[in-house]
C-alpha cells in the first residue's frame, strides 16, 4: 500500500516570500501521479499541480512549482511570491497509473499542511 | 473545468435517522466517483468507490451496511448514512473523474453532516 507523509502541519509565510511545503511518499510502483491540492476555508478542494512520474521534468504552474525527486521519494511544493489567498490547507496525494487495478484512480492523501500567509 | 456538486451542503439530524448525500457530475459523465471523509483539520479519508451500474467497493473498515451508496446513472451517485450516530458528524467529499480521465478528478464542495 502507498503512504503519503507530510511532516510540517502547519506553515506560515510573509506576503511575497517564498514556502516549500514538503511531501515523502512511499510505493514500490514505477508509474504514478503526484498532486498537490488545496483546501481554502470554503474546503472546496482545488488541484494546485500534477506530476506524472515518468516525467523528469518538474511541474509548474504560475507561482506554484515542485522539486520531485523520484529516487528519494520527494515532493516538495514551491510556493513563490506568497499571496493572501494562497492561505489554506494543503494536501500531497498520491494515485497509481495502471489502469483496471483495484487502487486504479484512488487518491491517497498526506496529513496535509496550514499554510498562513501574512499581510 | 469540469462541475460537481453535492446536496445539501449541510445537514443537522437527529441519531437514529439516515440521511442522503447527493453528489452529481454537471456536465460530464462520471461512472466511478469517490466518497471520502474528512474531520476538522485532519485529511481525508477514501471511504468508498462508487461504480454505476455495480456495487459499490468500500474501504476495509468502512461498514457497508451504514453507509449505502448508490450510483444509479452516469451522473449521479448517492451515499446515504443509516441510524446515524454523533461519531458519524463529519465533512463528507465526492470526487468524480471524467471516463478514462481518472487522473484529473474533480471535487464536490462537500456535505457538513451532524447528528445531535
Known amino acids: 500500500a502507498q503512504t503519503v507523509t507530510q511532516s510540517q502541519p502547519e506553515m506560515s509565510v510573509q506576503e511575497a516570500e517564498t514556502v516549500t511545503l514538503s511531501c515523502t511518499y512511499d510505493t514500490s510502483e514505477n508509474n504514478y501521479y503526484l498532486f498537490w491540492y488545496k483546501q481554502p476555508p470554503s474546503r472546496q478542494m482545488i488541484l494546485v499541480i500534477r506530476q506524472e512520474a515518468y516525467k523528469q521534468q518538474n511541474a509548474t504552474e504560475n507561482r506554484f512549482s515542485v522539486n520531485f525527486q523520484k529516487a528519494a521519494k520527494s515532493f516538495s511544493l514551491k510556493i513563490s511570491d506568497s499571496q493572501l489567498g494562497d492561505t489554506a490547507m494543503y494536501f500531497c496525494a498520491f494515485m497509481t497509473f495502471h489502469a483496471g487495478g483495484t487502487s486504479y484512480g484512488k487518491l491517497t492523501f498526506g496529513q496535509g499542511t496550514i499554510l498562513t500567509v501574512h499581510p | 473545468g469540469a462541475v460537481v456538486s453535492q446536496h445539501p451542503s449541510w445537514v443537522i439530524c437527529k441519531s437514529g435517522t439516515s440521511v442522503k448525500i447527493e453528489c452529481r457530475s454537471l456536465d460530464f459523465q462520471a461512472t466511478t466517483m469517490f466518497w471520502y471523509r474528512q474531520f476538522p483539520k485532519k485529511s481525508l479519508m477514501l471511504m468508498a468507490t462508487?461504480?454505476?451500474?455495480?456495487?459499490?467497493?468500500?474501504e476495509q473498515g468502512v461498514e457497508k451496511d451504514k453507509f449505502l451508496i448508490n450510483h444509479a446513472s452516469l451522473t449521479l451517485s448517492t451515499l446515504t448514512v443509516t441510524s446515524a450516530h454523533p461519531e458519524d458528524s463529519s465533512f463528507y467529499i465526492c470526487?468524480?473523474?471524467?471516463?478514462?480521465?481518472?487522473?484529473?478528478?474533480?471535487f464536490g464542495p462537500g456535505t457538513r453532516l451532524t447528528v445531535t
Open positions: 470526487s468524480a473523474p471524467e471516463v478514462g480521465q481518472f487522473y484529473e478528478q474533480y
Open positions: 462508487s461504480n454505476e451500474g455495480s456495487k459499490a467497493t468500500y
